[in-house]
């Protein structure tokens, strides 16, 4: 079976401090990867989606980017980070589009 | 403007009792998807619906999908303490990305 492993599952860091998030998929190839941020009592906002290795594509201009490294290792990173980088950020897989998503269960990133 | 809005947003039960949760979007959708999520956890993906589909059954839940209306419901039958969670509808639009609405907290109370 599929099994989705994200890492850490909680991280402080201090403003402009660099990050590094990683997102590994087991049992499935060439999966579509995404990247989430989720506000406090908000839905899901996508960051980065990739259908390939080293094809990503970002869906909001920002502080971050991410990287596929691998086919099943997808890496969220920035070089300083911001107070408005906090938040909970969550990395899916699906075996396509029009296929349901599979969620890691999420770093909670606090930026002090 | 964001899509997938759900209503209400919060909702109070007696465990026994149905929930009932509704999405609305605006523009034309690939599929309609709902996910739970428990506080502090990832999303748990519960039913997808094609847009050529009307209504689709697992277990206890029933998600029903109007394209005419440009909307869709939830239903939980006979909840659970375990059911509490935020719930959220997912929508695929032509370009192929879901996206979430705000969700519904859902209690479920013993």
């Known amino acids: 079976s599929q099994t989705i492993h994200q890492w850490p599952a909680t991280l402080v860091q201090p403003v402009g401090s660099p990050l590094s998030l990683e997102c590994t998929v087991e049992?499935?190839?060439?999966?579509?990867l995404y990247w989430y941020r989720q506000a406090a009592g908000r839905g899901l906002q996508l960051l980065f989606y990739?259908?390939?290795?080293?094809?990503i594509s970002s869906e909001v201009p920002q502080n971050l980017s991410a990287s596929r490294p691998q086919d099943r290792q997808f890496i969220l990173s920035s070089k300083k980070l911001l107070l408005s980088d906090s938040g909970f950020y969550l990395c899916?897989?699906?075996?396509?589009?029009?296929?349901?998503?599979?969620f890691g269960d999420g770093t909670r990133l606090s930026i002090l | 403007s964001q899509q997938g809005e759900e209503d209400p947003q919060a909702l109070s039960i007696q465990e026994g009792e149905n929930a009932t949760m509704n999405c609305s979007y605006k523009?034309?959708?690939?599929?309609l998807q709902w996910y739970r999520q428990n506080s502090g956890r990832g999303l748990v993906h519960l039913i997808l619906?094609?847009?050529?589909?009307r209504e689709k059954h697992s277990g206890r839940l029933r998600v029903t999908l109007d394209t005419s209306k440009k909307s869709s419901s939830l239903l939980i039958t006979a909840s659970r303490a375990a059911d509490t969670a935020s719930y959220f509808c997912a929508k695929e639009g032509s370009n192929y990305k879901l996206t979430f609405g705000k969700g519904t907290l859902l209690t479920v109370n013993p």
């Open positions: 899916a897989w699906s075996a396509g589009w029009n296929q349901p998503q599979h």
């Open positions: 990739s259908v390939g290795i080293g094809q």
């Open positions: 619906i094609r847009s050529n589909e």
């Open positions: 049992g499935t190839s060439n999966p579509n």
């Open positions: 523009t034309s959708i690939n599929n």
